[in-house]
């Protein structure tokens, strides 16, 4: 801060201990070590507060730009989330595909046209007989 060698000091002390004496020197000397105490004290003090606002405005920087890159992606997100819901909503909007209606000239499948089939006739004998005996799906009867 100030460029003052040893020989500078030295100089000082002496017109000092010629001015003020060897019985106020002392004095002198805790009075003024008291004001450079105070003084330093107040610098640091001063100092660490400017260093603190910086780091208090950095950090609130920091906070609005992740706050503005979120809400960015957020509306991003949003704006996506509705053109697939439009999307979503518009195919469900759309009228089914016709269905072949009775009236309409298709050929008949041969099942449709085919007689009714009686269940018990299409039976093997073993499962029809009226005994008290039992097929097992082998075909060998259980009583």
Known sequence: M????????????????????PER????????????RRARAQWYS?????????????????????RDQL????????????QEADALQGSLAMPPPPVASSSDPTPASP???ASPVDPVASLPASLTASDNSTATQDGHERR
């Open 111 to 113: 099942q449709s046209t």
């Open 25 to 36: 020197l002392p004095k002198a000397a805790r009075f003024t070590g008291l004001w450079v």
């Open 46 to 66: 001063v100092k660490s507060e400017l260093e603190n606002e910086l780091a208090d405005d950095e950090l609130k920087r920091s906070l609005q730009d992740t």
């Open 2 to 21: 100030f460029d003052i060698g040893f020989s500078e000091l030295f100089v000082i002390a002496i017109v000092a201990l010629i001015v003020l004496g």
């Open 71 to 82: 809400q960015g992606q957020m509306r991003h997100a949003r704006d996506r989330l509705r």
